[in-house]
């Protein structure tokens, strides 16, 4: 019997933290640059990998992250786990139910912003195969095939995120791009599970013919039946067995089945499943804590330890080429824009909107990576093209969001959090009277600025006279707009024997916050004091605030209770 | 570079896809049984297994769960991992303040509850090794302390779920028995990782000394320095990353890493990822949000694994030895009462508490199960008494909660759904009034049962003119206690045009329970009525009641939505 040494043990599991730990910090710092986390999860790999550690120490990288032997083979089979997982995920975000409400609209878009990417993407495969970074000895029709998909398919997950980080997931528009990257990525991965059928190697799978029929039976099935039979399921799991126990089973076993059923089938183990995970999602019954257990360990676990894997795979700096990436990138949002374009046309959306909806479907994300993936190890690629792909892959979904926000001139909203400054955190106000409070507070904010006290102190305190800001809840707010301040400006304080704001019900004021806006901004303030309002609507959440002792203790309280915003939610049941 | 081939991923996704389900099918049938799931989860490897499927079909099983190969590597690599995880989270378990706070008693019964198994322990494994199964070429000291500490650590995690579901969690005795068995499983498992260094392969970590002393500075640092570092740690990670990611990313980086010092120091990952959950579950500043999310995913998905993997590993048929198995029981429950009744005396319990703490403190469930794994593993003992070990594990958890239920006398309490019998469900009540309600909901019950139907109607609507049951929420509970009943009865039913039940708040009735009880049982009527009303507490839960349409869709609503219960939650903060 294999036995695992200790040496591999401690190899496994000091890499596997050493991936999932620096991944989660350079996906932080992308998160902070308003970038997504794959990005900094992927740099992560790049350099613990052979592009940076290795280049620099290619002993000890080698010795933490051995490229032969035992380690591989267990980090090979948990990041293959990990994409599947991360595959189930993705497919429960799909709702097939905005299709078809979305229904001609929907129909067209999507139709158009696959075919014309595909037909444009399987031209200049055949004929410049090599320009494109083919490799020599690949088939032109192959490699004609993986270029198309690679320009078709969007990333689900990450337009979903976007939108919802935009707050249009829930309008019309979002709906339309929902719908139409649904009908993309669906079309996309089972074109391409026909392209791997056509490719497959020797000797593996029940052939060619087989496999593409099988694939196509099982997607229509998954598709149809698999709602319908998970609606009648899930109820009766929920009844019959232990509750979280028994759904959380159901549901990884049922995705590790059909994994194994379409790698056997000869496709890969991701499409069954993403089927799974479409059926999975599509039901009413399941409930949302289930969703977000399933979701969370396997966003914030696997997804990071399969894409830090990639960095770990290749080396980006010895196999880029500026030319071929960029190529591919033009070549990708080009006929990604062109395809929306064209279908908004058609169905008459404004050209403001088809432009919105072209940016949307453009974002590639964790999709063509593992697309790109796929064909790198099964030969169908080289190294150079499988970088351009994955740098391309961030770029357009780097560009998405932004775009998209400024074509709608969408204005992301503020949280009060953003603004509270680093010195205006006060555990013990002294002051015993609302002016008192108000001077104290100010005195915090303006130590270090060129606030100038007295002048704001006045400002804020004629605007309480008018009318008081005390809400219920042991809750006040007072504030002001300030001609030059540049932007807004944040603290709180906690009153422990309580201040009369003239509350509205009553009580004395605990729980004081001073908001400084920029006189013009009249949406910052309003958007600040809602915020505010919505976080501390319950009073349970006033007390757990009023025993906070810091400023990154309150930051931590708040920021792991964010308020529920209707916008935020699943679109469907 | 290896690659792992379809083959390779089709048998790794479909065996953990089938050990997965098999031991989630099985551990629910366990708990019908009123026995732990882990019962259940190991029988799934047993009979997935070369016990009972290999014996069958030697061929499907290694084709399924091959014996050698990149199959084995991967599926030891994830249960290590599995173990490792489940540490951490039997780590969460552990809370340190309950063991001071219960003081002199925790410190006298748990030491009691060590020194005597321990002694004992000791003595017989060095007088009579191969009576209690010893291989032929063994340490006679080495196995003696072997199976000293294995007669010594008690399951925490095991006696936590015992006395929760035995609400007996939160009283002073149950304090008591988590507090000893922390303190069991603590010195325990320390005293094991010296064992285990002790007989350190040769080459393998810093040499015995050098183990030793890393261990306890380990040890040490973990408990004091660590529970200290998080609770400065935790509130930085939740005010400046992404939630939950960024406090998820940090727990499962921090266990990794821990596990891969202590592996490499010589001992196992295991004491590095339970010492971490220790300092990780300790601070006050983790959400039980974060709690559950990792919680549930492991306990649910990767424990299952690791002890259906269990069942994979050894043929239980052949290694089964009735004598030493009966021998090992006796003994373990010998010195385990025997240690808790000296100390219970010692401390001036009652002999009836020092009975239910020596039965609580006897539960071994998964701890002696890794334990025994590990000497396995280590070539300390063989597979016979391997396999005797596993079987006390599981008779002594499974007679423990009897044991102290018995012993105390505790009625476990009931809960609605339990008695809703199987045609006690009407979706569309044709009566509109209480009367004509009542009498509908008599007759579905009375279908097939010796109900006499006009005389309990008539006594049902009796109790209803003494005192309407219309409570507010739109819910109405009529009731009887009736002679000659021997259990429960409850039946449900929806109005969807409401009826006037004369309710608290005015508004019409649309959810009528009604609840017939044996007249001999006070307690149980008040118990359902509490449980009903408990669970029907928000009138968004009545809504989505009423949207159900089938008894499996209620059912599947109310387990979904446990009502919360003051004992079930954690002991602190």
């Known amino acids: 019997m294999i036995r695992l040494s200790p040496e ?27 970038q997504p986390s794959v990005l900094g999860e992927i740099m992560a790999g790049i350099i613990l990998g052979p592009t940076i550690f290795g280049g620099i120490a290619p002993e000890i990288q080698q010795l933490i992250f051995p490229h032969e ?33 979305q229904g001609r609209t929907a129909g067209i878009i999507g139709t158009t912003g696959l075919v014309v990417p595909f037909s444009v993407g399987i031209l200049l495969g055949y004929l410049a195969p090599s320009t494109l970074g083919a490799e020599p000895g690949a088939s032109r029709l192959t490699f004609a095939l993986f270029f198309a998909t690679a320009m078709s398919i969007s990333a689900l997950p990450i337009v979903a995120r976007i939108l919802r980080d935009l707050k249009i997931f829930r309008s019309d528009l979002g709906a339309v791009i ?40 099982f997607t229509v099935g998954m598709l149809t039946l698999g709602p319908w039979l998970m609606n009648r399921m899930i109820p009766w799991i929920q009844a019959n067995t232990g509750w979280p126990g028994g759904i959380l089973g159901f549901a990884l076993t049922g995705a590790l089945i059909c994994g194994a059923f379409t790698e056997w089938v000869g496709i890969h183990a991701i499409f069954g499943t993403f089927l799974f995970g479409i059926a999975l999602g599509d039901s009413k019954h399941l409930r949302e804590q289930t ?53 908004g046309r058609l169905c008459g959306l404004a050209s403001r909107e088809s432009w919105a909806v072209g940016f949307g479907l453009n974002a590639r994300g964790a999709m063509e990576i593992i697309l790109s993936l796929l064909a790198l190890d099964a030969g169908l690629i080289g190294e150079r093209l499988f970088v351009s792909m994955v740098i391309m892959a961030l770029v357009t979904s780097l560009c998405s969001g932004a775009a998209i926000q400024a074509i709608l001139n969408i204005r992301s909203g503020s949280r009060f959090l953003d603004y509270l400054s680093s010195n205006g955190f006060r555990s013990h106000l002294e002051a015993t009277t609302p002016e008192g409070c108000i001077e104290e ?6 130590k270090g600025s060129k606030l100038d006290r007295v002048r704001v102190a006045k400002a804020v305190w004629e605007r309480e006279t008018l009318m008081s800001t005390g809400l219920s809840n042991r809750l006040a707010v007072p504030h002001a707009r300030l001609e030059g301040l540049k932007s807004p400006l944040v603290a709180v304080g906690f009153s422990h024997v309580g201040v009369d704001f003239n509350s509205r019900d009553g009580f004395p004021t605990r729980l004081i916050f001073l908001i400084l806006t920029p006189a013009g901004e009249h949406g910052t303030q309003i958007e600040i004091l809602g915020d ?29 209770h964010e308020p529920d915003q209707p916008d935020q939610s699943r679109p469907s049941g």
Request: charged share 10%.
């Open 178 to 217: 929902v719908a139409a990257a649904t009908l993309n990525d669906l079309i996309g991965w089972i074109v391409f599970a026909v392209i791997l059928s056509l490719m497959g190697e020797a000797g593996h799978g029940p052939g060619v013919g087989m496999t593409v029929m099988l694939t196509l039976c």
């Open 69 to 101: 032997g035992n380690f591989l083979i267990l980090f090979e089979g948990l990041t293959t786990l990990a994409i599947a997982l991360f595959l189930l995920v993705a497919g429960m975000e799909v709702d097939l139910s905005t299709v078809w409400r």
């Open 441 to 446: 507070l100010v005195g915090v904010l303006s």
């Open 532 to 560: 505010i309002a919505r976080t501390f609507h319950h009073s349970e959440m006033v007390e757990k605030a009023l025993q906070t002792n810091s400023l990154t203790e309150f930051r931590s309280l708040v920021r792991t």
């Open 8 to 34: 591999d043990i401690t190899t496994f599991f000091l890499a596997l933290g050493l991936l999932l730990g620096s991944a989660r910090v350079l996906g932080e710092i992308a998160i902070r640059l308003r």
């Open 291 to 343: 969703r977000s257990t399933i979701d969370q360990f396997i966003s914030f676990i696997f997804a990071p330890l399969f894409f830090a894997g990639i960095g770990l795979k290749v080396d980006f700096a010895a196999h880029f080429s500026i030319l071929l990436t960029l190529n591919v990138i033009l070549i990708a949002t080009f006929v990604k824009l062109g395809g929306s374009l064209l279908g």
